[in-house]
């Protein structure tokens, strides 16, 4: 059994950062790894995600340039940092893992969640 647990969100105002950290506990060798976010009233979207090794890595166009995945395998956590916020980033932040060493951008891909961290950026 995989156990996921977000930490590091908070309030911000635009313009500003902050990372994400999503601490795994259990089997999560040859997992891949991805972030989603929901807004209220807003389907669950994907953000990123990063396969295994952590050498390829996919962004929603919406956050393109502007946020950065990154795992540490040996600490079986993996990040998101956020730069350049904008009002529209506020959501719950949720932490995913598949059992697949392979990348995906679908929430369907995913069998473990987080219990998602809020993000909230002020204009």
């Known amino acids: 059994q995989v156990q996921l647990v977000?930490?590091?969100?908070?309030?911000v105002q635009a313009g500003g950062s902050l990372k994400l950290s999503c601490a795994a506990s259990g089997r999560t060798t040859n997992y891949a790894m991805g972030w989603f976010r929901q807004a209220p009233g807003k389907e669950r979207e994907f953000v990123?995600?990063?396969n295994w090794t952590g050498d390829s890595t996919s962004y929603a166009d919406a956050v393109k340039d502007r946020f950065t995945i990154s795992r540490d395998s040996a600490k079986n956590t993996v990040?998101?940092?956020m730069n350049?916020?904008?009002p529209e980033d506020t959501a719950v932040y949720y932490c995913a893992a598949r059992d697949s060493a392979f990348k995906s951008s679908s929430p369907r891909g995913y069998g473990y969640w987080g219990q998602g961290t809020q993000v909230t950026v002020s204009s």
Request: aromatic share 0%.
């Open 48 to 50: 990123a995600t990063i």
């Open 79 to 81: 990040h998101l940092q």
């Open 6 to 11: 977000e930490s590091g969100g908070g309030l």
């Open 84 to 86: 350049s916020l904008k």
